[in-house]
């Protein structure tokens, strides 16, 4: 976070020109995968997000971005109602999944999560071996019936994770024997098992090292080939690096949203130009 | 009187030597201008402990001799014939000595020469305890003077108040060990009678169970088979968690997972009630309802079942330990991390999918724990079987009919007139060590099984 916040303004450019020039253009022809209409949330009587409204591309990464407690996660967990869990939590406004109204009384939930896959921002492996972690998903859901296709899937999904090379004599030990940065790894492989369409991250790279993040970024790249990603960052040069699409979140507003290169190079908004230029956090 | 003196007398050194402690070493720093290593109320609590506990081991010294000293003293004053005697003459004697001398009247005439004893008793004891008291102010002030003097501003107060309570709570918890130690010996020391009356091969294999009262004393005469109690016992036993583990645990479910707050805040402590029934009461449950109940069912369906029968015995005794299993587990599946729910349910699993894979085995190691406490209460569950089982021990296969447990047994076998010198009541010696193993295996056995399929989160 501290890197993101010292980055200067200036030598973003780089990197993020390459990035945004064919991403401003892939931008414009992809279609609205999720389109969130003045959505409001409520943690009992505090409002946590007030009348978020946005399209988010089909086959492209968007970034969240936006100090802390800014209701990131929040809005991200929206997106495939996960705020159903917490108790008093509520929902105002409307989020249509290829134009279909994700909380419609009748839409299943459960299939709404397979579809819209999250990676957490604390890593949750659960108390299981490594490899039924990822076979968990998979398994569920009837994707893999015999012993082989778990271990195809499983293999693959670590592979993708940057995760298989150190894993690969011990995939029957716990999960939460792994390192933090390893554990956070685990659930990204976790989640993309299942194959959803739309991919949530929060913060998957906070507790990774360079090598393992530009590991996960390729991924994500990898990924927008196919799939919708949204990815919550505090990291400036991480947005400019991997999304086409950035949306700048504060005190669970948000105030602006747009191209990628567009936003780091000519935001709109006073306190989104302090924010990537690191004037406040 | 005494027992206010002594209280006053510690609280009074308690009270000083803290005060000197913490004063003295404050003086200290403040002459000496240095500072010092453990704060005031630290060299307090050092001087207070020098102080109290060579006090308190005198007082308790004295507590546990008091009553000897005092007998030996009485002997002296009775009749030579009845010393020589001994026996249980000269301890009513002797009892009733104490009695005058504690202004409590006794049966019958009172005798010159026991009123004199009486009157020297009580002087005795007047003097005894001035001494005590005297001696233990003196050790007291020593162990005051002692601590005083070495207290300097170096003086390391903090870490010998921490030994001194690191030895406190090691005392206590050796307390707790002894106390298994010596049930598990006088277990044993009886349990070996027993077995110099009877075979252990006989006892612990054979299949007959009939220990005839003999009115004779001592003596051979019955049969001492464990079998058909053991298995009256484990049948019952097995019944009950049969019964109890499903309706518990599926309980603990709703209750953790599906109840809304509101709900659950009722619901539970209503479950709760199970557990404060009486055992009795549930044995008249058992007896008047249930049982009858069971027979008329097995009518309709034409089995025979018996009303008074292991089965009944059995679902009741499940019924008692429902909450045990149900309170417990809910706790700990409520404390299986949300993240761990979260993480389940975000990749579109469903609840009870996340329930069945995610959440129970986490909390598994817990969930064992609070069955095999249920299963320990169902083991030394006594009054539901003796209702509700028919009291039958012999040796049958059918839950349909009535049989008996250990505990039952024991009840049996010490019930009346025992004198503890013939196998009929020592028996119940060499049954109550077998039912110490039995649970004692049981948690050994659950302990692996803890270990062995624990899914650890953090
Ligand atoms: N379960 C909850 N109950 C009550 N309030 C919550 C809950 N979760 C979040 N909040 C509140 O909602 C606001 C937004 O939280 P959110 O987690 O969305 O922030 P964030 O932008 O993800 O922050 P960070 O970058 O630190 O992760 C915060 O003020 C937070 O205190
Ligand atoms: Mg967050």
Same mark, same amino acid.
């Given at each position: 976070m501290a890197s993101g916040m010292n980055f200067p303004h200036a030598e973003l450019t780089p990197n993020a020109e390459q990035a945004t020039d064919h991403g401003a253009a892939e931008l414009a022809q992809r279609s609205v995968r999720v389109r969130a209409s003045d959505v409001s949330v409520f943690y009992g009587a505090k409002q946590a997000l007030f009348d978020v409204s946005v399209d988010i591309p089909d086959r492209a990464v968007t970034a969240f971005i936006g100090p802390s407690g800014c209701g990131k996660s929040t809005f991200l967990r929206c997106i495939n109602r996960m705020n159903d869990t917490i108790e008093g939590a509520r929902v105002g406004g409307k989020i249509e999944l290829d134009g279909e109204d994700i909380y419609d009384p009748s839409l299943d939930v459960v299939e709404l999560r397979a579809r819209v896959g999250m990676v957490f921002q604390k890593p949750n492996p659960f108390p299981k071996s490594i490899f039924e972690n990822v076979a968990y998903g998979p398994r569920i859901h009837g994707l893999i019936r015999t012993k082989a296709e778990a271990?195809?899937?499983?293999?693959?999904?670590?592979?993708?994770? $940057?995760?298989?090379?150190?894993?690969? @004599?011990?995939?029957?030990?716990?999960?939460?024997?792994? +390192?933090? $940065?390893?554990?956070?790894?685990?659930? =990204?492989?976790? *989640? #993309?098992?299942?194959? &959803?369409?739309?991919?949530?991250?929060?913060?998957?790279?906070?507790?990774? @090292?360079?090598?393992?993040?530009?590991? #996960?970024?390729?991924?994500?790249?990898?990924?927008?080939?196919?799939y919708t990603i949204i990815i919550v960052t505090h990291s400036m040069q991480q947005a400019a690096r991997? %999304?086409?699409?950035?949306?700048?979140?504060?005190?669970?507003?948000? /105030?602006?949203?747009? &191209?990628?290169?567009?936003?780091?190079?000519? &935001?709109?908004?006073?306190?989104?130009?302090d924010y990537i230029t690191g004037r406040f956090g | 009187m005494n027992t206010l003196i002594i209280t006053a007398l510690i609280l009074a050194f308690?009270?000083?030597?803290?005060?000197?402690?913490?004063?003295r070493s404050r003086a200290l720093a403040g002459t000496s201008g240095r500072r010092l290593h453990s704060r005031p109320s630290y060299h307090g609590s050092a001087i207070a402990i020098w102080t109290l506990v060579p006090l308190l081991l005198l007082l308790g010294a004295w507590a546990l001799l008091d009553s000897y000293v005092i007998r030996t003293f009485i002997t002296w004053y009775l009749p030579e014939s009845l010393v020589a005697e001994g026996g249980n003459a000269l301890r009513a004697s002797i009892a009733r000595v104490e009695a005058l001398a504690t202004g409590y009247g006794v049966v019958g005439e009172v005798q010159e020469f026991e009123r004199t004893a009486a009157q020297a008793v009580g002087r005795f004891q007047t003097t005894a305890f001035l001494i005590v008291v005297a001696?233990?102010?003196?050790?007291a002030a020593l162990g005051l003077?002692?601590?005083?003097?070495? =207290?300097? &501003?170096?003086?390391? *107060?903090?870490?010998?108040?921490?030994?001194?309570?690191?030895?406190?709570?090691?005392?206590?918890?050796?307390?707790?060990?002894?106390?298994?130690?010596?049930?598990?010996? +006088?277990?044993?020391?009886?349990?070996?009678?027993?077995?110099?009356?009877?075979?252990?091969? !006989?006892?612990?294999? $054979?299949?007959?169970?009939?220990?005839?009262? +003999?009115?004779?004393?001592?003596?051979?005469? $019955?049969?001492y088979g464990l079998i058909p109690l053991l298995w009256g016992t484990i049948q019952i036993t097995i #019944?009950?968690?049969?019964?109890? /583990?499903?309706?518990?645990?599926?309980?603990?479910?709703?209750? +953790?997972?599906?109840?809304?707050?509101?709900?659950?805040?009722?619901?539970?402590?209503?479950?709760?009630?199970?557990?404060?029934?009486?055992?009795?009461?549930?044995?008249?449950?058992?007896?008047?309802?249930?049982?009858?109940?069971?027979? %008329?069912?097995? @009518?309709?369906?034409?089995? !025979? #079942?018996?009303?008074?029968?292991?089965?009944?015995?059995?679902?009741?005794?499940?019924?008692?330990?429902?909450?045990?299993?149900? %309170?417990?587990?809910?706790d700990i599946i409520r404390q299986v991390p949300t993240a761990m729910r979260d993480g389940s349910l975000g990749l579109g699993a469903t609840k009870s999918e996340t329930i069945r894979r995610v959440i129970l085995p986490a909390a598994l190691p817990g969930i064992v724990g609070a069955i095999l406490l249920a299963v320990s209460r169902a083991i030394g569950e006594t009054m539901i079987v003796v209702l509700a089982a028919g009291n039958s021990p012999v040796l049958r296969f059918n839950p349909f009919e009535p049989t008996s447990t250990i505990t039952v047994s024991i009840v049996n076998q010490l019930t009346g007139d025992s004198d503890f010198a013939g196998p009929q009541s020592l028996v119940a010696f060499a049954l109550g060590l077998t039912l110490f193993v039995l649970t004692l295996v049981l948690n050994v056995g659950a302990l692996y099984i803890v270990r062995r399929f624990r899914e650890q989160y953090d």
């Open positions: 271990e195809e899937v499983v293999v693959s999904s670590l592979r993708k994770a $940057g995760l298989f090379n150190e894993v690969k @004599d011990r995939l029957h030990e716990p999960g939460t024997g792994l +390192s933090g $940065g390893q554990q956070q790894r685990l659930c =990204i492989a976790r *989640a #993309i098992a299942v194959g &959803p369409e739309v991919i949530l991250m929060d913060e998957p790279c906070s507790a990774l @090292d360079p090598i393992a993040t530009a590991i #996960i970024e390729e991924l994500i790249d990898e990924l927008r080939e196919n991997v %999304s086409q699409k950035t949306a700048f979140f504060h005190l669970g507003n948000l /105030v602006e949203e747009g &191209p990628t290169d567009k936003i780091f190079t000519n &935001p709109e908004d006073k306190r989104t130009q | 308690l009270g000083i030597a803290y005060q000197t402690g913490s004063s001696a233990a102010t003196t050790l003077f002692y601590a005083r003097k070495r =207290i300097t &501003p170096q003086f390391r *107060a903090r870490n010998e108040v921490e030994g001194a309570v690191r030895i406190l709570l090691l005392a206590c918890s050796v307390v707790a060990i002894l106390t298994t130690f010596g049930i598990v010996a +006088s277990l044993l020391t009886e349990a070996m009678r027993f077995f110099s009356f009877v075979n252990p091969l !006989d006892f612990f294999f $054979g299949t007959v169970w009939n220990p005839r009262f +003999s009115t004779t004393g001592a003596g051979g005469g $019955g049969e #019944i009950a968690i049969l019964t109890a /583990v499903p309706i518990g645990l599926m309980a603990a479910v709703y209750l +953790s997972q599906y109840a809304k707050p509101r709900v659950r805040s009722v619901v539970k402590p209503l479950i709760e009630v199970l557990a404060g029934i009486p055992t009795i009461v549930y044995g008249f449950f058992a007896l008047v309802t249930v049982g009858p109940f069971l027979a %008329s069912f097995g @009518d309709a369906i034409g089995v !025979d #079942i018996r009303a008074t029968s292991a089965l009944t015995a059995g679902i009741v005794m499940g019924v008692m330990i429902i909450p045990f299993i149900s %309170s417990l587990s809910d």
